[in-house]
């Protein structure tokens, strides 16, 4: 029994139990010395979900942190965004009023597909901070009647559940249209052009989440997606459609050009004909087409194996940890059908990724210093692959394209793990190769190639340090659109530049140029001639006087004889 003395100045009346225990609480109020008795009862709940006992004794946030702000009487929590509230399972409906003392809260941090705006939300309705048609736990899936949407991260619906057969139909299409056309322009690495195009594509792709929040032009996205083997613009592949499924379809385009190039290579072994149609460019092709897809390939295990440790505060005020999927954290890591895919990223990474980047990186240390052991006996055969990389490139700097490759990878972690300082670090590094380029005085045979490649990463340094300088987000979106519609420009010339190498070295033009030529020079003589100056015309009528001699001495001679 708790009591408490109350004085007779009409003063407020306070009445704390002594254990706050959840349940039905009598109070009666006793004049003493008089026979007057008041009574009166309350019932103290348990704080609904979210909420938790503080050091007041009121209900207040499980989870309190700044900028949040919990109202017990409204169920509302209000925070100012990129942020998610809510609980562990957020599968099972509720009240918002209801409690339960197992439940258990998460309150972190939410960069990817949350709101950036302020947030007015209750427990039972997680939903209102997330954006782009997601929900659930962290607002990692689609909402009910959503699907995941190819060419970004967005939900949408699909009206047709057969666009998947289209879709596939023509991914196998647009595959062997890309190999037939690299084959005919000899748009590969072994020309020399493409190193800096590349290294300005994959790298714009990865960081183009930081440069702005609203995407580029369409046109200027779209050509850079190409680029980077990715489809580009928002679709809908098939009802259902999670990140899952996504990633399986990362890896699978990237396989289905090397398959169909392995293919060509093979044919051009067993057959003679196919040889000479394809002549030396399906080795480079191959190359060129990894080189192409490196940096997709390997985005995509960082986004596998990308792993988020998130804090969950119970209910019954017992604090634990759980591993979930960055990408989807409504899949436990390493766990369930992420297994699978976590598996098969890993044997990628050990078998594909580690040991070409080592190959492009190390070969010409390789080659020079251990290819006469028996170990590296088969590095001949490799030979061709070398060549396709650095035979453009001077011979004391073979090792440049395994340098830009290698320099992909600290960028991605970076574009990952340090979003705040990646424009910062992006500028370093893109200043660091351009330097070292000019430092090294080009590093290519040719005068064009070193000219091409300092083209784009300067319009790389300007892209980055003016995504540093400017803060208003309508800038640098308008700068952003000039360097990506300059870059375009440049490709295109390039492309019309291999175009031209093709056709130089065919017979027909080159007879078709002959005769070109030939009929210019003889238009030429038939101007010249009709157009003949004074003299030349005065000298037709009267000849010189040394004219005149040799005529003379000419008619001599034959007069003698």
């Given at each position: 029994?708790?009591?408490?003395?109350?004085?007779?100045?009409?003063?407020?009346?306070?009445?704390?139990?002594?254990?706050?225990?959840?349940?039905?609480?009598?109070?009666?109020?006793?004049?003493?010395?008089?026979?007057?008795?008041?009574?009166?009862?309350?019932?103290?709940?348990?704080?609904?979900?979210?909420?938790?006992?503080?050091?007041?004794?009121?209900?207040?946030?499980?989870?309190?942190?700044?900028?949040?702000?919990?109202?017990?009487?409204?169920?509302?929590?209000?925070?100012?965004?990129?942020?998610?509230?809510?609980?562990?399972?957020?599968?099972?409906?509720?009240?918002?009023?209801?409690?339960?003392?197992?439940?258990?809260?998460?309150?972190?941090?939410?960069?990817?597909?949350?709101?950036?705006?302020?947030?007015?939300?209750?427990?039972?309705?997680?939903?209102?901070?997330?954006?782009?048609?997601?929900?659930?736990?962290?607002?990692?899936?689609?909402?009910?009647?959503?699907?995941l949407l190819m060419g970004s991260n967005k939900?949408?619906?699909?009206?047709?559940?057969?666009?998947?057969?289209?879709?596939?139909?023509?991914?196998?299409?647009?595959?062997?249209?890309?190999?037939?056309?690299?084959?005919?322009?000899?748009?590969?690495?072994?020309?020399?052009?493409?190193?800096?195009?590349?290294?300005?594509?994959?790298?714009?792709?990865?960081?183009?989440?930081?440069?702005?929040?609203?995407?580029?032009?369409?046109?200027?996205?779209?050509?850079?997606?190409?680029?980077?083997?990715?489809?580009?613009?928002?679709?809908?592949?098939?009802?259902?459609?999670?990140?899952?499924?996504?990633?399986?379809?990362?890896?699978?385009?990237?396989?289905?050009?090397?398959?169909?190039?392995?293919?060509?290579?093979?044919?051009?072994?067993?057959?003679?004909?196919?040889?000479?149609?394809?002549?030396?460019?399906?080795?480079?092709?191959?190359?060129?087409?990894?080189?192409?897809?490196?940096?997709?390939?390997?985005?995509?295990?960082?986004?596998?194996?990308?792993?988020?440790?998130?804090?969950?505060?119970?209910?019954?005020?017992?604090?634990?940890?759980?591993?979930?999927?960055?990408?989807?954290?409504?899949?436990?890591?390493?766990?369930?059908?992420?297994?699978?895919?976590?598996?098969?990223?890993?044997?990628?990474?050990?078998?594909?990724?580690?040991?070409?980047?080592?190959?492009?990186?190390?070969?010409?240390?390789?080659?020079?210093?251990?290819?006469?052991?028996?170990?590296?006996?088969?590095?001949?055969?490799?030979?061709?692959?070398?060549?396709?990389?650095?035979?453009?490139?001077?011979?004391?700097?073979?090792?440049?394209?395994?340098?830009?490759?290698?320099?992909?990878?600290?960028?991605?972690?970076?574009?990952?793990?340090?979003?705040?300082?990646?424009?910062?670090?992006?500028?370093?590094?893109?200043?660091?190769?351009?330097?070292?380029?000019?430092?090294?005085?080009?590093?290519?045979?040719?005068?064009?190639?070193?000219?091409?490649?300092?083209?784009?990463?300067?319009?790389?340094?300007?892209?980055?340090?003016?995504?540093?300088?400017?803060?208003?987000?309508?800038?640098?979106?308008?700068?952003?659109?000039?360097?990506?519609?300059?870059?375009?420009?440049?490709?295109?010339?390039?492309?019309?530049?291999?175009?031209?190498?093709?056709?130089?070295?065919?017979?027909?033009?080159?007879?078709?140029?002959?005769?070109?030529?030939?009929?210019?020079?003889?238009?030429d003589q038939d101007v010249t001639e009709s157009?003949?100056?004074?003299?030349?015309?005065?000298?037709?009528?009267?000849?010189?006087?040394?004219?005149?001699?040799?005529?003379?001495?000419?008619?001599?001679?034959?007069?003698?004889?």
């Amino acid at each position: 029994m708790a009591y408490a003395y109350i004085t007779d100045d009409c003063s407020l009346i306070e009445y704390i139990p002594d254990k706050l225990t959840y349940t039905r609480h009598e109070i009666m109020i006793e004049v003493i010395n008089y026979p007057y008795k008041v009574q009166s009862h309350f019932i103290l709940n348990e704080c609904p979900i979210g909420f938790s006992v503080n050091s007041s004794g009121a209900c207040d946030c499980i989870a309190p942190r700044e900028n949040v702000t919990c109202d017990v009487d409204s169920q509302n929590i209000t925070h100012n965004g990129l942020l998610w509230i809510g609980t562990y399972d957020t599968s099972t409906p509720f009240n918002a009023n209801e409690t339960n003392p197992n439940a258990c809260i998460i309150n972190e941090d939410c960069l990817l597909y949350c709101s950036p705006n302020p947030v007015t939300f209750q427990m039972n309705n997680t939903d209102t901070q997330c954006v782009d048609n997601r929900g659930g736990r962290m607002c990692g899936s689609c909402t009910e009647g959503y699907s995941l949407l190819m060419g970004s991260n967005k939900c949408g619906q699909c009206h047709n559940n057969y666009m998947m057969i289209a879709w596939i139909a023509l991914f196998a299409v647009m595959g062997v249209l890309l190999v037939v056309l690299l084959i005919a322009l000899n748009l590969t690495v072994s020309v020399g052009t493409l190193n800096g195009l590349l290294f300005y594509a994959n790298i714009v792709k990865l960081y183009e989440p930081v440069f702005l929040r609203k995407r580029a032009l369409p046109v200027l996205s779209q050509v850079i997606s190409w680029i980077n083997v990715d489809f580009g613009f928002e679709t809908c592949f098939y009802n259902g459609m999670d990140s899952y499924a996504k990633q399986w379809l990362q890896f699978a385009f990237p396989l289905y050009l090397w398959i169909i190039i392995i293919i060509v290579i093979q044919l051009c072994r067993r057959y003679g004909k196919i040889s000479r149609l394809m002549g030396s460019h399906a080795v480079p092709v191959l190359s060129t087409l990894t080189f192409l897809s490196y940096t997709k390939i390997v985005r995509t295990i960082v986004i596998v194996l990308h792993k988020c440790e998130v804090t969950l505060h119970c209910t019954n005020e017992s604090v634990r940890s759980v591993s979930l999927w960055y990408e989807d954290p409504n899949v436990e890591y390493g766990k369930g059908k992420h297994a699978g895919l976590f598996g098969f990223a890993l044997l990628v990474s050990v078998f594909l990724v580690i040991p070409y980047t080592l190959f492009l990186l190390c070969h010409p240390v390789l080659e020079k210093y251990l290819s006469h052991f028996k170990l590296f006996k088969s590095w001949s055969r490799f030979k061709p692959i070398i060549d396709a990389y650095s035979g453009p490139i001077k011979d004391q700097y073979r090792f440049w394209p395994g340098l830009l490759l290698v320099t992909r990878i600290p960028l991605l972690l970076i574009v990952t793990f340090l979003q705040n300082e990646s424009r910062v670090l992006l500028l370093a590094v893109a200043a660091i190769i351009l330097s070292l380029s000019i430092i090294f005085g080009g590093v290519y045979k040719k005068k064009l190639n070193n000219v091409i490649e300092f083209w784009f990463l300067l319009n790389l340094c300007i892209m980055a340090s003016l995504s540093v300088a400017f803060t208003d987000e309508s800038k640098i979106l308008i700068w952003y659109n000039t360097c990506l519609s300059v870059f375009i420009l440049s490709f295109i010339l390039i492309v019309v530049y291999h175009l031209y190498l093709q056709l130089s070295h065919m017979k027909c033009y080159d007879a078709l140029t002959k005769k070109l030529f030939k009929k210019q020079d003889k238009d030429d003589q038939d101007v010249t001639e009709s157009y003949k100056s004074v003299d030349q015309q005065m000298r037709e009528i009267v000849p010189t006087s040394t004219e005149v001699r040799l005529s003379n001495s000419r008619g001599s001679v034959v007069d003698l004889f």
